[in-house]
C-alpha cells in the first residue's frame, strides 16, 4: 500500500507564497518521477511540476519561474514552492508519483488566492 499525504495548502493575497510538501509512505519501490497537478473549479485537471528520479524538473507554462519543486529523498518528500501566486492558481493540488507502470495519487490540498 502507498500513501501520498499533501500539507500546506491555504488560503492566500494575490503575490504571496505557500509552500506544499507530500510525504510518500508504505511499501518500498523505485520511483521514476513526482509531481504535481491541480485541478480548478469546472476545468481539467492539469500538470504543474515535475521532477524525475535524476531530479530533472519541468513545469507549465502558467507556472514557469514562479513554482519550485524539489525533493527530499531521505524524507520521502517532495515539495512545491509558490511564489507570487495568481487568483488564476487557486484549485486543489494533487501529489502524484510514478512507479512504473502505475501512478499513485494525493488526496489534495486546497489552495485559495483572493484578489
Known amino acids: 500500500q502507498v500513501q501520498l499525504v499533501e500539507s500546506g495548502g491555504g488560503l492566500v493575497q494575490a503575490g504571496g507564497s505557500l509552500r506544499l510538501s507530500c510525504t510518500v509512505s508504505?511499501?518500498?519501490?523505485?520511483?521514476?518521477?513526482m509531481g504535481w497537478s491541480r485541478q480548478a473549479p469546472g476545468k481539467q485537471r492539469e500538470l504543474v511540476a515535475v521532477?524525475?528520479?535524476?531530479?530533472?524538473?519541468n513545469y507549465s507554462d502558467a507556472v514557469k519561474g514562479r513554482f519550485t519543486i524539489s525533493s527530499d529523498n531521505a524524507k520521502n518528500t517532495v515539495y512545491l514552492q509558490m511564489y507570487n501566486l495568481k487568483p488564476e492558481d487557486t484549485g486543489v493540488y494533487y501529489c502524484?508519483?510514478?512507479?512504473?507502470?502505475?501512478?499513485?495519487w494525493g488526496q489534495g490540498t486546497q489552495v485559495t488566492v483572493s484578489s
Open positions: 508504505g511499501r518500498k519501490f523505485s520511483i521514476n518521477a
Open positions: 502524484w508519483l510514478t512507479s512504473a507502470p502505475y501512478d499513485y
Open positions: 521532477i524525475n528520479s535524476g531530479g530533472r524538473s
